[in-house]
């Protein structure tokens, strides 16, 4: 909730954002049942493929998703490290990682919270009220080293 004065005077309820999440699962059952599951609570945006992932997150204007769902149980090692592009190019979001998680893999993707699958009704939308994330996250700019003119 944001603080009154903030909002301008006559502003409704509905009319103040709500928590931007993205979710992307290479399983079309499992997309369907995050997308149920969230729909209702925040701005949702469904991703079809990973390279729309990062796009969402990194080269999208703000404001882009505060809070990453992904399933990485059926992601292949190259798509890995492609996730690892998001971080790299500066968005500083959430990420709830669903599936089996490596302690390295958990570390090195700044991964907030992993839930094994199946994943319990309520659970996951539980576990994003409880985000204290609710500035917008905006591209870090990155800057050429010293020296180097582009």
């Known amino acids: 909730m944001k603080h009154p004065r903030v909002l301008a005077r006559g502003t409704r309820n509905d009319a103040i954002p709500r928590q931007r999440a993205i979710i992307f699962s290479h399983s079309p059952d499992r997309m369907r049942s995050l997308e149920g599951e969230l729909e209702h609570d925040m701005v949702l945006t469904v991703a079809r493929s990973l390279a729309s992932v990062v796009g969402a997150l990194c080269d999208d204007p703000a404001p882009v998703p505060q809070i990453l769902v992904i399933d990485l149980d059926l992601l292949a090692p190259v798509e890995i490290l492609e996730l690892h592009a998001i971080r790299h190019?500066?968005?500083?979001?959430?990420?709830?990682?669903?599936?089996?998680?490596?302690?390295?893999?958990?570390?090195?993707?700044?991964?907030?919270?992993?839930?094994?699958?199946?994943?319990?009704?309520?659970?996951?939308?539980?576990?994003?009220?409880?985000?204290?994330?609710?500035?917008?996250?905006?591209?870090?700019?990155?800057?050429p080293p010293p020296g180097r003119i582009t």
């Open 89 to 143: 190019r500066g968005w500083c979001g959430a990420i709830i990682a669903l599936g089996d998680v490596p302690d390295d893999l958990r570390r090195s993707l700044g991964i907030d919270r992993v839930f094994a699958l199946p994943v319990p009704c309520d659970v996951l939308r539980e576990a994003i009220t409880r985000i204290p994330f609710d500035a917008q996250t905006t591209r870090i700019p990155v800057y």
